[in-house]
């Protein structure tokens, strides 16, 4: 089991905007086994670090980790997530479950007493270590942690397990790591096959391996390196940015060419047999343009379409 837990504190001491400092820590020898630097305590740093700690060290059987909103969602799960008799999950969550490691989460600080007390004794040694070498980067911060710092701390403080035999299972490959540790979001498609996501409106392409209709939900997959992936039943499709473009004109949900507007519109004229020119002219009234000037009982009438019906 591994505990992890961030620090948010003066790491700097003023030479730098605060930092949060993310530890992993072996829970039976003590062993520092990573650390890493970031801006802020987000999902997306949460799986930074998750993802290079297995890189380094492999799988875990299970972390120990507290009740922030990055691991556990305190709200009631959803009416469509009761009818799939499923949780409501955090994306981090949702990824730890993908690898099969189990998430444990603490009920209360002192539960997560060695990732405490380590943080007591980054805060001293670590700060001092980072003042005498006037590192005021996170860049520089990381390199010194992973190079200099940890095997040093660990020379010091780390025991010996009571069983020798590593648990930590072989690290996935680097493409199966970028598509777990991703936020996933659904979005519905657009009646002229489009997908809104941040603010930004991507065009379904017309050959995909999966047929897409209007109403149906993708899944779009915000990944750590900033690329986004939109799949439809696991299977990737191909769309574009057309954030700022001009969308086409639908018919019935069938993707139509722009249509051009016309220069001007014409005045219809009815023809010259039409009924309207040929009504009875009220005294003193001018004939219509076209129209008969027989009297009206010498004037042909319309057949009807219709035989007459008596009752």
């Not at 997959?221 to 769309?239: C, I, P, S, W």
């Not at 076209?290 to 007459?308: D, M, T």
Request: aromatic fraction near 8%.
């Amino acid at each position: 089991m591994v505990q992890v837990d961030g620090s948010h504190h003066e790491w700097f001491e003023g030479r730098r905007a605060k930092a949060v400092l993310l530890a992993f820590i072996d829970d039976a020898t003590s062993r520092l086994a990573y650390a890493l630097f970031v801006e802020g305590e987000t999902t997306e740093a949460v799986m930074t670090a998750m993802w290079e700690y297995i890189e380094r060290n492999g799988l875990p059987l299970s972390i120990y980790v507290d009740r922030d909103s990055i691991y556990v969602v305190n709200r009631q799960a959803t009416v469509e997530e009761q009818l799939r008799d499923k949780q409501p999950q955090t994306h981090f969550d949702r990824a730890m479950e993908e690898l099969s490691v189990q998430v444990i989460l603490a009920r209360s600080p002192q539960a997560k007493g060695r990732v405490e007390r380590l943080f007591k004794t980054l805060q001293d040694r670590l700060v001092k270590e980072l003042r005498l070498r006037g590192i005021s980067t996170l860049a520089e911060a990381n390199r010194y942690l992973c190079e200099e710092y940890l095997p040093a701390h660990n020379k010091r403080f780390a025991v010996e397990p009571r069983e020798t035999q590593d648990a930590h299972r072989a690290a996935p490959s680097a493409a199966r790591l970028a598509a777990v540790f991703t936020v996933r979001e659904e979005r519905t498609v657009q009646n002229d096959y489009t997908v809104r996501y941040r603010n930004q409106v991507y065009q379904i392409g017309r050959q995909q391996a999966v047929r897409v209709s209007p109403r149906q939900r993708v899944t779009v997959e915000q990944r750590l390196d900033g690329t986004r992936h939109f799949l439809y039943k696991g299977v990737a499709l191909h769309v574009t940015d057309v954030s700022g473009m001009a969308r086409p004109r639908m018919n019935g949900g069938r993707r139509m060419k722009t249509m051009p507007t016309p220069s001007r519109v014409e005045r219809w004229k009815p023809a010259p047999d039409h009924p309207w020119r040929n009504r009875p002219l009220a005294e003193k009234e001018a004939p219509r343009e076209g129209a008969s000037l027989a009297p009206l009982s010498q004037r042909p009438r319309a057949k009807s379409s219709k035989p007459c019906q008596f009752y």
